[in-house]
């Protein structure tokens, strides 16, 4: 372990194909010990915890409309409609209940 400055890894695209010894220098890390508490606690100041944001949950009006936003499902509803006006009322109902 080398006891040089870290490199965060946007600094090389590469860093993901380093072999195990290269990223254990490249992130100054030891095998067996870990990261030291210290530099642990100094990176999570540095570069925040180690978490995504979750998205907040869509609401199943909004999924719905996404749904029947479609282009497809919107040339369907046109068929039912069609079916429908032509009197082919099994036939909308069909495609309705499909859609």
Known sequence: ?????WVPPEASPE???????????RFDVSA???LAEAEAVRRLERHGPNAVAEAP???LASMI????SD???????GAA?????VGEAKDSLV?????
């Open 1 to 5: 372990m080398t006891t040089g400055t």
């Open 15 to 25: 860093w993901h194909a380093l072999s195990v010894e290269a990223c254990l220098d």
């Open 32 to 34: 067996r010990a870990g």
């Open 57 to 59: 949950p869509r609401s």
């Open 65 to 68: 409309a996404a749904q029947l």
């Open 71 to 77: 282009f497809m499902i919107l040339v369907l509803l």
């Open 81 to 85: 409609v069609v079916a429908g006006a």
């Open 95 to 99: 495609i309705v209940v499909i859609v």
